[in-house]
């Protein structure tokens, strides 16, 4: 049930109630069936390198947007995705529990820097606009791939989107830097940009002909893509590939390293490609894990 129900992709009354359903409630995290088995211990080491407040606690409190497929999003009351798998693994290495809340995307790092979360998980390109306010530990690297209804009926060219109208994700890279600098090239006949808070409401823009393409994330956009049941299709190819980081508080930089530590440790020891395989998306998959 993790596809087209959270995706949207039946009619505009499915997104109105995957409105209602994406909320800012706490909510637990887990895998699905298609979860993987990766086994995670806990390393006492890096228990002891936590934050005092995170260790007497034994919880990671983490800020996440589940409306991205298969990144983030929700299963009933539970929040799932390829994303909560890598770091419910990490805090298992850390020897602590990931308590996970969904909240709408441009509202995490405010929550970051006001101390509400510990972390921030949310398909978070690192850009240097973000590493103004937070530091950013990378884990994952992807781009930006278009997407439209089956067989482009409206014509969409991604490099001339001109006087159509195109939907995206608030707050995202492709909200904030992509569509602009293609909006500065229309002159006369601009896009009509349609913005939404969650990645299924814009998915469901598309399937239903409200709008004429989506830009996102390219796992994302390519898993919407494969749970449409043929009623999207991609467009171009993947560009402007870059690294996604999870979201640390500026004066934080102790927990920022110990995440690192965590993941470079589910490098060595096959769980952290383990979990991507799980959900295809194993082509993400970086070598390095860097506060930046």
Do not use: H
Not at 277 to 292: H, L, M, N, Q, Y
Request: aromatic share 6%.
């Amino acid at each position: 049930m993790r596809t087209i129900t959270k995706l949207a992709l039946v009619s505009a009354s499915i997104a109105a109630t995957l409105l209602s359903a994406c909320g800012s409630d706490s909510l637990s995290g887990g895998g699905t069936p298609g979860s993987p088995t990766a086994e995670v211990s806990a390393n006492t080491d890096l228990n002891a390198k936590l934050p005092e407040n995170i260790r007497s606690s034994g919880k990671l409190n983490i800020g996440t947007d589940a409306s991205y497929a298969p990144n983030q999003f929700t299963e009933g009351k539970k929040i799932v995705g390829s994303e909560v798998d890598l770091f419910n693994a990490v805090a298992k290495k850390l020897g602590v529990t990931a308590e996970w809340e969904n909240a709408k995307f441009g509202t995490i790092i405010p929550g970051i820097t006001s101390g509400k979360y510990d972390l921030g998980v949310s398909s978070f390109t690192i850009n240097d606009e973000r590493r103004k306010q937070v530091l950013m530990v990378s884990y994952f690297n992807a781009g930006t791939q278009w997407a439209t209804q089956a067989g482009n009926p409206k014509g969409i060219d991604p490099n001339n989107p001109c006087g159509k109208n195109i939907a995206v994700q608030a707050d995202t890279v492709q909200d904030q830097n992509d569509l602009p600098a293609r909006q500065k090239k229309c002159g006369s006949n601009p896009m009509k940009i349609q913005k939404y808070a969650g990645q299924d409401t814009v998915t469901a823009a598309v399937v239903t002909g409200k709008a004429d393409a989506m830009l996102a994330d390219s796992p994302v956009t390519a898993y919407a893509v494969s749970q449409s049941g043929g009623k999207l299709e991609l467009l171009g190819e993947v560009y402007d590939a870059a690294p996604y980081g999870v979201v640390v508080a500026k004066d934080n930089k102790q927990l920022a390293d110990v995440v690192a530590e965590a993941l470079t440790e589910m490098k060595s020891d096959g769980s952290y490609l383990e979990i991507l395989k799980a959900w295809g998306t194993e082509g993400g998959a970086i070598d390095t894990f860097e506060v930046k």
